[in-house]
């Protein structure tokens, strides 16, 4: 872990047994709170985001929202927002994947999604990672990124 990521670190608490039992939640309201670390953090981000070629950020709900779309905007690019099933109001990609307490899936607008979701430079917050294994097929002229590794 960088040095900036261990300062950042105290401002993320762990949540015990939330959502469920032997879940540790990392919150990050203190880190949202103080408005020097949550520059910090945004600014490190697009440090990750710059250069690797991305015109769009995704940001998977609400903390992606929250973190992802400073970064988006801070960089020029586009972004993304990424929502749990049956949130978004028009027609959507839908990905489903395992958790450690159950299954959930996500769901993108296949019209914000279409230069961006299958890019392997699609930029996912980091230490986030798209779905391994789409459980459906993608919209029609559209296909999925590799798996990460």
Do not use: N
Request: hydrophobic share 40%; glycine share 10%; charged share 25%.
């Amino acid at each position: 872990m960088g040095a900036v990521a261990e300062d950042l670190a105290r401002y993320i608490r762990d949540v015990a047994d939330f959502p469920s039992p032997g879940v540790a939640f990392k919150d990050i309201t203190p880190l949202l709170a103080d408005g020097a670390a949550w520059r910090r953090a945004v600014d490190a981000m697009c440090e990750l985001v710059e250069g690797l070629g991305a015109d769009k950020v995704a940001g998977i709900e609400s903390r992606g929202f929250v973190l992802g779309a400073p970064v988006a905007e801070r960089l020029g690019l586009g972004f993304i927002p990424v929502r749990k099933p049956g949130k978004l109001p028009w027609t959507t990609a839908l990905v489903r994947y395992e958790l450690e307490y159950g299954q959930d899936g996500l769901e993108v607008h296949v019209d914000a999604a279409a230069s961006a979701w299958p890019s392997s430079t699609t930029c996912w917050p980091p230490g986030v990672r798209p779905p391994r294994r789409p459980s459906c097929s993608p919209p029609r002229g559209l296909r999925w990124p590799a798996s990460p590794s």
